[in-house]
């Protein structure tokens, strides 16, 4: 065998490199480069011993022998021939960064060690890593991951489901999604990720996500804003309007019944997923403020929110705002963007959506199933980035009966269905109200209002306030005006006639002759008549709302409403 060609090639690697003689270690050929390192004098006949203080036995029957060099260490690794005779040995710094084996050594600890989820596939979509973090964050355990498919690591029938073989084939990447892959007991665990590909020479050889935990974190952040809300300070006159054109959080949502809390907990959870909203209420409940306070909440918190009352605009008015003109599409029209091409990757808010002409709705439709839209009287089509946030103050399911909504645009805008509560549901939320208006009112003009009296405080119990909180903002206001400025009570003396006589001679107000309003009375008697209904046809929701004349989807939005479940 050529050993001088054998050396040629070795000095030629970046190793520190030695032939050496099987039997007895005697050097045959040793690499300068180790020569300089060792700092000798080589001379024929050395041995490997004597160099380096290791014997040939050793060397050959320990696989991970480390060996110091000034100050340094390094791996003495062996390389065997067919040819028996001899053995190559080469020398790895531990500590060699420049070192194929260590780079890989070091990211491959750096990826264990991340707080954030590693996930790796190949080119066949096997699992190759998944950290530590990520079997935190997943529930899951990486013998389970590691070396399968990762459409069947999810449980995903369909290979195109996954999104790992969509960037794969696309070489698109998905930026800061916020979905649910896993499930610990049936309860979706969500989480914000990114996906990348892996390309190496135009080749794509793989793609990587990287997770991030966002649980605790919206734990704690949820756990903060209940905190301010209950210790919320006094209201400045004038709330300021923050860059994204918002002007409320979940901080500004004023009131601590459970109803309250348990929709406030529910619109945390959905603020960070991209699916379309729908706030069912009555006016007055405070729509825009909850839909300002998911859009805040969310991952699109730096981006744009604009929101459009759509009873308060004609219709022919209404389609250019939303979807912008061109110039020359009918007299005066100039090149606008729409409302949906401004808000870019932000939230649009459509107020009061049921009372949108039908025309329009399937207009509307169309644009959110294809994710695009042209101006009016363009050509160009533009893409829909936004999240749509809309509002109803009505049934739904009524209303599609009566032919007022389209039933697929519902489908499309209810992704998911927040129901606000009436004022007159809320209990004691009525008086924490009551002191933040007088608080604000005391500011604003310049008065020292700190109590209500019990008179007045009875007949705001009583009273059903079909306007809600607007209605209550603007009686508290009404009444301050008429306090004088060394009053430290709010009386119902100084409620202005008008508004009194509207109290007073509502059908549902009598303190002395009904122990409830009116409303509340329907209320129970509709509960009743739904409850022995549904226990007379055996809880079968299909044949209940046949006997009592509504829909299927009517009796449901009333079932939730009046909060019947089956016990």
């Keep these: 065998m050529d050993i001088e060609l054998i050396g040629d090639i070795l000095s030629k690697l970046r190793l520190y490199s030695s032939i050496i003689k099987r039997e007895n270690g005697e050097i045959l050929w040793i690499d300068e480069k180790l020569i300089d390192l060792l700092a000798i004098d080589f001379a024929s006949g050395m041995n490997i011993k004597s160099i380096l203080g290791i014997s040939i036995k050793d060397l050959i ?28 040995i080469y020398l790895n710094p531990i500590a060699d960064y420049n070192n194929y084996e260590t780079r890989c050594f070091c990211l491959e600890q750096i990826i264990e060690n991340l ?32 070396g399968k498919y990762i459409w069947d690591a999810y449980g995903y029938k369909d290979i195109n489901k996954s999104e790992h073989m969509q960037v794969f084939n696309s070489r698109i990447p998905i930026i800061d999604k916020y979905k649910a892959h896993a499930y610990d007991n049936g309860k979706p665990i969500y989480k914000l990720y990114s996906t990348f590909p892996i390309v190496r020479d135009g080749e794509t050889i793989g793609v990587y996500s990287i997770s991030k935990d966002e649980t605790k974190l919206q734990s704690l952040l949820s756990e903060t804003i209940e905190l301010k809300r209950q210790l919320r300070e006094s209201p400045k006159d004038l709330k300021d309007v923050k860059s994204n054109g918002t002007k409320f959080s979940f901080t500004d949502i004023i009131g601590s019944s459970e109803v309250m809390k348990e929709l406030i907990k529910v619109a945390q959870s959905i603020s960070w997923l991209d699916n379309n909203i729908l706030i069912i209420g009555e006016t007055g409940t ?48 100039v090149d606008s963007p729409g409302l949906f091409e401004e808000v870019g990757e932000g939230t649009i808010f459509l107020d009061e959506l049921d009372s949108m ?8 439709l169309r644009a959110l199933q294809e994710k695009s839209v042209r101006r009016v009287g363009g050509q160009e089509m533009y893409q829909i980035k936004c999240r749509v946030v809309s509002s109803m103050g009505h049934d739904p399911y009524k209303l599609i009966e009566e032919g007022k909504l389209r039933q697929d645009l519902f489908y499309r805008v209810a992704g998911y269905i927040l129901y606000l509560p009436d004022l007159k549901d809320r209990g004691n939320d009525l008086f924490e109200l009551v002191e933040y208006y007088i608080s604000k009112n005391n500011i604003a003009m310049n008065k020292n209002v700190c109590f209500v009296t019990d008179k007045l405080k009875d007949i705001m119990k009583n009273y059903s306030w079909p306007g809600n909180i607007r209605e209550l903002e603007n009686f508290i206001e009404n009444i301050m005006v008429r306090t004088d400025a060394d009053d430290m009570y709010l009386r119902a003396s100084n409620i202005p006639d008008y508004i009194l006589d509207t109290i007073t001679n509502e059908e549902t107000y009598s303190i002395n002759k009904l122990e409830e309003s009116l409303p509340e009375t329907i209320e129970k008697i509709e509960r009743k008549l739904i409850v022995e209904a549904l226990h007379n046809n055996k809880w079968n929701v299909t044949k209940t709302a046949k006997d009592l004349g509504i829909t299927r989807q009517s009796l449901n939005y009333r079932m939730r409403k009046l909060n019947i479940n089956r016990f």
């Design 357 to 364: 002409p039908i025309n329009l709705q399937a207009k509307l």
């Design 61 to 88: 029957n320990d696989e991970k022998l480390k060996v110091e060099i000034n100050d340094n260490k390094y791996y003495l690794n062996i390389l065997e021939l067919t040819n028996k005779d001899i053995i190559i």
């Design 115 to 146: 707080n954030d989820g590693i996930l790796l596939s190949d080119k066949e979509g096997k699992v190759v890593i998944y950290n530590k973090a990520m079997e935190e964050l997943e529930k899951r355990n990486s013998k389970d991951m590691i």
């Design 286 to 333: 405070g729509k825009e403020v909850l839909a300002q306070s998911i859009h805040n909440y969310g991952k699109r918190k730096h981006k744009p929110f604009i929101g459009v009352n759509c009873s308060a605009i004609p219709e022919n008015l209404l389609e250019s705002i939303l979807f912008g003109t061109t110039k020359g599409a009918y007299t005066g029209a």
